[in-house]
């Protein structure tokens, strides 16, 4: 275990120097399909966030009995019994988000951020590591998919969470709220995020 | 001929006009990862489009069969232990995730082993990717739009049946297989270009990527022009609505039409 | 050399229930807790589907402001679901329709659930229509993906409130020139599709239940 890295090198590493989104290119499926606005983008943040934090915790507990041939299967099985407990806890609680993002809450299952985490810390370090671990990347999660999420609303309607910001003569983008809008600020912000990196070393 | 309209109308909405990739962003990880050379997409392309369509079936078999309230298996099941009123409400929808994910990472393995016990050729061509496919979310998301149209409906006449369940996945593959042949095509020419060093790689896939799903979204509408063509109604000119079969078009429908005939 | 064997198959055998187990045990808690799940958010979710559209009917009903008064002078409507069955030439359809009637029983109104093919996407709406039958009383949208900035624009209060008090007996013509008549629908410009096929969906539905509802009146 020594040459692990330990529980607080794990969440800082998770926010910025390995973020899931810029550096790992992992979870691209909600990153751009639901960044059309802040609200359902952070309720997706949070989501991936329990998600992530169960299935760390549950993996790292386990990681003892774990066969290699059968561990994907069990990720799996952990992952998708959390994530189905997300989704109803959404359905009953905040229904029109819910509705909002439909079908990728499901996919969470296949993100590949979470059986990534699974696999490279939770099922090798200790409970309190995978729980670091995990909030750290959810919070690098969080962070990317605001920063997408913020772009995206600004620009395509004007305001943040709903609330108008820019002035009325501000013509909506709409393109922005749109499927090529997603890729393009991504691939930009991609760009910027190798841009200061480089500039940096 | 309702049904064929209806046939027309989801392939030709999964494939260009929702494409799965550039409009539902489902499978993007294959479409930045394996979209270097043409002929290894080509091969993503058929081995997701194979893979989907079984993964379509047995969630649509699973679905109807065991899922959704009143399905024949699991009221028969329940039937031992309850009286037949309460077997028949018996909802299962709630293990739906847990049940495709492990129906597609079975049918997965089985297309695995079976294609690299008979078909060694084929396997060697593409059989590399098939282990990348569990992972990829065209594939769940094809089974959750099958089940929120055969669960999700408040008819039980309006839900899905087989056939349309598996246009939907085959031509929802031939979509993802459309979209990420075209992106490996720009990006073979992308290698001879100077781009800037930080947006090399992922990023400049990403931005290709938009213009991409800008151009699909041309798209958009044409599933309305086609309806309208291939439903039995008069096909263009006044002089058609004259003689419009008042059986088979209620008159209020086609004073819509005639309105905005004449506006266009 | 038997007892090699034999070791070697035990350890071989206990190796593979040990993996069984863990996955089956697994299985088995997350199965429980899923039904508790279930069992405790089930009727919650049931609950919010069905307020969905109940929350909407007075105002599509009675119009927004009168719903408010009503529901401030701390009356309800009765709201009562039923499905309308329409024989169509090759199949049958259905249609979820909302009788609404006031405390002393005097009938509100009808909300008829509907939808068909928009522009991008399928559109969910609900219209309202006046206890005559004769008037459409209002109109909202449930679901809809049509392009933001264009399309989307059928959800907006100021185009919905177009429908309100139109003949429900004569169908709803979509108009680019702004031009008036009783039925006159004015397009959203730049989304006349989207404005066709809301247009298109009410015509269709009220004259698919719209007998149905007179002779309930008359009853």
Redesign the interface.
Known sequence: MADQPTALERFVQGILPENPVYRQLLGMCPTLAVTNGMKPAMTMACSVAFVLLCANIVTSLIRGLLKPHLRIVVFTLTIATFVTIADRVLAAYLYQMSKTLGPYIPLIIVNCLIICRCEVCASKQNVFTAASDAVGQSIGFGLALASIAMVRELLGTGGLFGIAILPTAWPDWVIMVLPPGAFITLGLLLGCVNWLEMRRS | MNYLIDIVLIALSAAVINNFVLYYFVGICPFIGVSKKVDMAFGMGCAVTFVICIAAFLSWSITTMVLIPGAPVSSFFAGFFLPAEAASKIDLTVLSYIVYIFAISSSVQFVEMYVRKFYPSLYNSFGVFLPLITTNCAILFACLTIMANVAGVENPQDAWDLGRSIVLALFGGIGFTIAIVIMSGIREEIELCDIPKPFQGAAITMIIGGILALAFMGFTGVDSGVRKAITPAPAEGTAAVMTLDHDHVHPWDARVIVKEMRLS | MDDTTSEKRERFQNNNL??AW??LT??FI?GI???G??AA??P??EA??IK?TMEKVPEVVLGLEAAQKLSESGEALNIQSRIIEVDK??????Y?VYEARFQDNALAGWVA?AGG?G???KIELLVGIDAQAENITGLFIL?QKE????GNKISDTAWRNQFVDKPAT???????DKSQGPSNIDAISGA??SS??V??II??TV?DIGPTLTSTKKE
């Open positions: 040990l993996q863990l996955v697994l299985a997350f807790s899923l039904a799940v279930q958010l089930g919650k979710i919010n589907k969905e030439k090759d199949k049958k359809k259905f979820t659930k093919q522009y991008a996407d679901d392009t933001p900035g264009l004569s169908p709803l013509v979509v108009v680019k006349t599709i066709v096929a247009c298109g015509n269709q004259s």
